[in-house]
């Protein structure tokens, strides 16, 4: 079983990286995929994607818009090709990348109006780059789903890819579905106010499902942790199992059958 998002890379995990993926193993969580998130942040995620082995993407967040988007491109571009052809660890995709309504209000609200606009070329030009590599994507999406089945729909993608921390109803999860994208199911699953999400959970076939933390960030509501960390997925995998009326065998299966189906690794 794989974690599919999680940053495992970040500072906060350094004082005991090595433990936790021991503990992982232990547990049969073989790994994780590291999302990109920065240019700045690519060379460390190459350091540990390769002294661990685990699969990762090179991608530019929403979050950290650059100040010129055509340096930042061409560095990504420069990246994608350096790392296709790399010994080490396997580039499995392109992101995260996407759009953030949410955080483009709060930005106009400081004073920057442009947020917006910003965003979705740096998006446009991400989904450019996975059609010419033909990568699947690791797509952040906030409060923007219209917009964002829109942009998808522009592009050849057949590898498709998955919208990460899902949280939307089950009208729009089935849309992502049947356009060939997957959902990426947190620990928000663990949270009995998630009412949307359940419902997603039991109503959309397994194979649309991938499961993820996005550790250090989203930590259950039922951790009393600050930080999230990839074990998490032992208890969304058991709440699938449980909504599911499914072992957790059998549906640890479909998932890790669902990841190795989107990321080939
Ligand atoms: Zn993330």
């Known amino acids: 079983m794989l974690d599919s998002h999680a940053h495992l890379d970040f500072a906060v995990f350094d004082h005991d990286r090595d433990a936790l993926l021991a503990q992982m193993r232990q547990h049969g969580i073989s790994g994780c995929i590291l999302p990109g998130v920065s240019p700045a942040q690519w060379p460390m995620l190459r350091a540990i994607a390769n002294q661990y082995h685990l699969p990762f993407a090179l991608g530019i967040h929403p979050w950290y818009l650059p100040e ?17 052809h790399a010994d080490g660890a396997k580039l499995v995709a392109i992101g995260e990348c996407g759009l953030d309504k949410l955080r483009a209000k709060r930005m106009a609200e400081q004073g920057e109006p442009q947020h917006w606009t910003y965003q979705l070329t740096l998006f446009e030009r991400q989904l450019q780059l996975a059609e010419r590599y033909q990568l699947p994507l690791i797509i952040h999406a906030v409060q923007c789903h219209g917009i964002m089945l ?15 921390g899902f949280s939307g109803s089950v009208a729009i999860a089935q849309q ?6 997957r959902l990426g199911i947190g620990g928000l699953l663990l949270n009995p106010q998630a009412k949307k999400l359940r419902a997603v959970v039991e109503q959309l076939p397994l194979a649309a499902l991938l499961v993820e933390t996005d550790a250090p960030d989203m930590t259950p ?33 479909q998932l890790s059958k669902n990841a190795v189906q989107l990321f080939d690794y």
């Not at 010129?68 to 296709?84: M, N």
């Not at 992502?176 to 994208?181: A, N, V």
């Open 68 to 84: 010129s988007l055509d340096y930042a491109i061409t560095a990504l571009e420069q990246a994608l090709e350096q790392a296709q």
């Open 150 to 164: 829109e942009q998808l729909a522009k592009y050849d993608l057949p590898r498709g890819g998955v919208i990460h």
């Open 176 to 181: 992502y579905w049947h356009s060939g994208w």
């Open 221 to 253: 509501v039922t951790s009393d942790e600050p930080r999230n960390t990839p074990l998490t997925i032992l208890a969304v995998v058991a709440e699938i199992a449980r909504l599911r009326k499914l072992s957790v065998v059998q549906v640890t299966e």
